[in-house]
T-cell receptor, first 112, second 117 residues
Framework: ELKVEQNPLFLSMQEGKNYTIYCNYS?????LYWYRQDPGKSLESLFV?????AVKQEGRLMASLDTKARLSTLHITAAVHDLSATYFC????????????FGKGTKLSVKP | ETGVTQTPRHLVMGMTNKKSLKCEQH?????MYWYKQSAKKPLELMFV???????ENNSVPSRFSPECPNSSHLFLHLHTLQPEDSALYLC????????????????FGPGTRLTVL
């Protein structure tokens, strides 16, 4: 059974600091997704990572994938308050189509 | 706005009621999904429809009954629910089912916050 673990689950950081969220998964998968969810709102797609060594960047967020280690990271550079949200990673599971397995999410709070 | 709409946004129902959740996508996608998001639990996939055909039923109790009349609309019919079914129910769509070789991302609706009394 594919399991996805994120850590930390809660992260409080100051503006201007850097930090990394980690996403480990238990079995081989073809692709990995990162999503953002603001309170009371829907999930917004951030990145899709398809291959070993893939790196994608958007603004202050950078995601990478190491399929051999079954690890993805979401790095936050010089955090700002607007980045406060819950971040989820999801891995494509085996079997039927659309079977995304999500981590529990990392709730990020960026304080002035 | 994501192009995926859900109604109602909030629903309170008793255990003997019957209600339905509606999802509509305006993105021209062919695959639609129902997810359950509970406090302290990961997001759980419930059902997948690809080209109107159900391709996944993740061991969901029969008190949840999905319906997909066309590629743009998805319903979740609810009856005799339990208090533990209270959660945020999210609908999503993608161009095709993401189990294919495509890179399709799932786009989520805003969710229906369901409370079962």
């Amino acid at each position: 059974e594919l399991k996805v673990e994120q850590n930390p689950l809660f992260l409080s950081m100051q503006e201007g600091k850097n930090y990394t969220i980690y996403c480990n998964y238990s079995t081989t998968s073809d692709r990995l997704y990162w999503y953002r969810q603001d309170p009371g709102k829907s999930l917004e797609s951030l990145f899709v990572l398809l291959s070993n060594g893939a790196v994608k960047q958007e603004g202050r967020l950078m995601a990478s994938l190491d399929t051999k280690a079954r690890l993805s990271t979401l790095h936050i550079t010089a955090a700002v308050h607007d980045l406060s949200a819950t971040y989820f990673c999801a891995v494509l599971g085996g079997g039927s189509q659309g079977n995304l397995i999500f981590g529990k999410g990392t709730k990020l709070s960026v304080k002035p | 706005e994501t192009g995926v709409t859900q109604t109602p946004r909030h629903l309170v129902m008793g255990m003997t009621n019957k209600k339905s959740l509606k999802c509509e996508q305006h993105l021209g996608h062919n695959a639609m999904y129902w997810y359950k998001q509970s406090a302290k639990k990961p997001l759980e996939l419930m059902f997948v429809y690809n080209f109107k055909e159900q391709t996944e039923n993740n061991s969901v109790p029969s008190r949840f009954s999905p319906e997909c009349p066309n590629s743009s609309h998805l319903f979740l019919h609810l009856h005799t629910l339990q208090p533990e079914d209270s959660a945020l129910y999210l609908c999503a769509s993608s161009r095709t089912g993401t189990g294919t070789s495509s890179t399709d991302t799932q786009y989520f609706g805003p969710g229906t916050r369901l409370t079962v009394l």
